[in-house]
């Protein structure tokens, strides 16, 4: 039994898809009155947009569903979040071998893709950053199903 768990949402930009997790996950965390349980943050492999808000497209959609990420601000995902996260969930298989890369040689938390806890046979979150607003309402669908499933694995843990 664990007293408190630790998630990392990792992406490539950090302004789009892991806020958007972060966000997601934290509500329905909240909704189960986990939230003092958890701790939960998300960031990018790259570095490009350090410090900035998350994409202005991002931020309606999760508004549109009653989700406020507006104050999440971007960071880079470093090795040392691989010794201090009890799950480290990556969006995609080229995330994945970004993160891979650091973990062969730091060790610690092995990443995971993030819909491994969901319901769909997608295994990715497709990139919304170049497409219209569909995508963005995909992004929070996929994420959505896989935060429950997530969810529900950790309220075994902390039971
Ligand atoms: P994210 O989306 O990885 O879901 O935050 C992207 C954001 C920015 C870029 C790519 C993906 N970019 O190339 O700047």
């Known amino acids: 039994m664990a007293d408190r768990v630790s998630v990392l949402f990792v992406c490539l930009g950090n302004i789009c898809r892991s806020p958007s997790a972060e966000g997601v996950f934290r509500h329905l965390a909240q909704e189960h009155g986990l939230l003092d349980r958890l701790h939960i943050d998300s960031c990018g492999t790259g570095s490009w947009h350090i410090g900035k808000s998350p994409d202005e497209r991002a931020t309606a959609a999760a508004a549109r569903r009653?989700?406020?990420?507006?104050?999440?601000?971007?960071?880079?995902?470093?090795?040392?979040?691989?010794?201090?996260?009890?799950?480290?969930?990556?969006?995609?298989?080229?995330?994945?071998?970004?993160v891979r890369e650091v973990w062969h040689q730091n060790g610690g938390t092995e990443p995971r893709l993030f819909l491994d806890f969901g319901g769909s046979r997608?295994?990715?979150?497709?990139?919304?950053?170049?497409?219209?607003?569909?995508?963005?309402?995909?992004?929070?669908?996929?994420?959505?199903?896989?935060?429950?499933?997530?969810?529900?694995?950790?309220?075994?843990?902390?039971?």
């Open 66 to 98: 009653g989700i406020d990420i507006s104050d999440l601000r971007a960071r880079q995902f470093r090795a040392e979040d691989l010794d201090q996260f009890d799950y480290v969930l990556v969006m995609d298989r080229s995330n994945l071998a970004d």
């Open 122 to 159: 997608l295994a990715e979150v497709p990139d919304p950053y170049y497409g219209g607003e569909d995508g963005f309402e995909h992004v929070l669908d996929l994420i959505h199903d896989a935060s429950s499933g997530l969810l529900e694995e950790i309220r075994r843990r902390l039971a």
